[in-house]
């Protein structure tokens, strides 16, 4: 009898484990889906009429906002849900954090100045590889071989999907390796530190998601606000919006679009491990492009299919045996 009742309360326990992750998946897919809408109208529209009609050009501004944005809307969540819950997380770990983020963003973006987006986009699928690398060489994790496995077969998928050869690519584009790719590699080195410091908070400190989405937001306004105030780039912002003061609806929207996504990433983070939310940070753009081909009968290449079975047969099989990591002291 006592066994039974075991059995149950563990099968109880896997059902509302696999419930949270459906409820963070589908969080972190419908909220960046309208983030991407949202980025793409601040970003690409154009404001004013006739001569006087210009671009937004404040990248770095856009993503100062957000931090705070992001940074508020933790610290209400804190106040609801964990009230005087002590954080005892080291302030350098969150520090570093922060740095590693931002390092990967300003490195991912760069890049586009030196390769084409097919390039930049295959470079950033492969997002979880090196957080698995740096988790298991400095973090000493083990995974299963399984894990390892499933890992390659949706990086892969993904990548085959994804990808879109240049058709006008000329003799100048055919190199082989350059400073776009090394930019690349930084971008792919600082998303596995992230990765890392995030399971160290985890494992050692038992950071929740809402501490660690406050602080990692507060380090990255204060360095992005230092960087803005160097460059002089709100001065121009502020300017900008006195010129056309409808953009800030679409910030407060995109900014809270951003609050709630990072409240997803950083639940599944704490509850799931930073391999995990990878996976599913880097499945997200194939399921919005698979959903719209589905949806509005786009057309898909054979290539596309190859990249949609190898997918989800990466994610049948991390369901089925890729558990994990085992236990190991920090």
Known sequence: ??????????????????????????????????????????????????????????????????????????KILIQFF???????????????????????????????QYVNYPTQVLGKSCKPIPVMILGVTILKKKYPLAKYLCVLLIVSGVALFLYKPNKSSSAADDHTFGFGEILLLLSLTMDGLTGVAQDHMRSRFQTSAYHMMLNINMWSTLVLGLAVLWTGEVWEFLSFTERH????YNILLFGLASALGQTFIFM?????????CSIVTTTRKFFTILGSVILFGNVISGMQWVGTVLVFLGLGLDAKFGKGPKKTTH
Request: with cysteine; proline share 3%.
């Open 1 to 74: 009898m006592a066994a039974g009742k075991g059995a149950g309360k563990s099968s109880s326990l896997l059902q509302n484990e696999r419930i949270r992750f459906i409820v963070c998946f589908i969080g972190v897919f419908v909220c960046y889906f309208y983030y991407g809408i949202l980025q793409e109208t601040i970003t690409r529209g154009d404001y004013g009429e006739g001569d006087k009609k210009e671009k937004f050009h404040f990248a770095q501004t856009l993503v100062f906002i957000q931090c705070i944005i992001n940074a508020v809307f933790a």
């Open 82 to 112: 964990e009230g005087s819950r002590p954080d005892h997380t080291k302030s350098w770990l969150y520090g570093l954090c922060s740095l590693s983020y931002l390092g990967a963003m300003v490195s991912s973006n760069s890049a586009l």
């Open 245 to 248: 003061p409808s953009i800030f």
């Open 268 to 276: 599944t983070v704490v509850y799931f491990g930073p391999l995990t």
